[in-house]
Structures are given as C-alpha cells and as structure tokens.
Nanobody
Framework: QVQVVESGGGLVQAGGSLSLSCAAS????????MGWYRQAPGKQRELVAD???????NYADSVKGRFTISRDNAKNTVYLQMNSLKPEDTAVYYC??????????????WGQGTQVTVSS
C-alpha cells in the first residue's frame, strides 16, 4: 500500500525560512513526478513546484527565486526549501507523488497535508 507522508511546516515570521519533506513508501514501479501543492482558506489547491525523476523542475511564478524543490530518488523523498516567506504563502501544503503503474499508467497519491503559517 502506497503511503505519502509529509513533515516540516509550522509557524514562521515573514522573511523567514522553512523546509518540508515528503517520503513515499510502498512503491512498486517507481515514481515519475513528485510535487508540492498548497491550498489557502477559500482558495483552490495550486501547484507550488514539482520535479521529474531526472531532476527537471517546475515552479509557480509566485515562488520562483524563493523556493527550491529537490528529490532523492533512492529514498522516494522530495524536499521543499522555502526562503523569504511571505504571509501569502500561508496554506496547507500537500505532497503529491505520481507513481508508475502497470502498462505505463500513472497513479497519483497525496499526503495528508502540513500547515505553513507566515506571520506579518
């Protein structure tokens, strides 16, 4: 059974830094893309950043230059380093792992979410 577990997050003042990590277990055929999404109250869930299995990255414009995503394929783990945090970064952050299935299929799994709160 696939499990995706996030850690990190918490409360920080504006301008500060936080790091998130996410580990996937129970993986059979490997993971394609791993990523971080966030959802603020009253808003839709949005992509923050993702990273392919060969290290290609994609960032939301709002976090470019401030956040860095990285990945350890051997550990099925993805990290998000968040610097220069702003109050508008406050949200629940979710990890997503798109696992490879039989016949080239792709199956997404989500973590339970971790709260990030940035005070002004």
């Amino acid at each position: 059974q696939v499990q995706v577990v996030e850690s990190g997050g918490g409360l920080v003042q504006a301008g500060g830094s936080l790091s998130l990590s996410c580990a996937a277990s129970g993986i059979t055929f490997g993971i394609n893309t791993m990523g971080w999404y966030r959802q603020a109250p009253g808003k839709q869930r949005e992509l923050v950043a993702d990273i392919g299995r060969f290290g290609n990255t994609n960032y939301a414009d709002s976090v470019k230059g401030r956040f860095t995503i990285s990945r350890d394929n051997a550990k099925n783990t993805v990290y998000l380093q968040m610097n220069s945090l702003k109050p508008e970064d406050t949200a629940v952050y979710y990890c997503n792992a798109k696992t490879r299935g039989i016949g080239g299929s792709e199956i997404p799994y989500w973590g339970q979410g971790t709260q990030v709160t940035v005070s002004s």
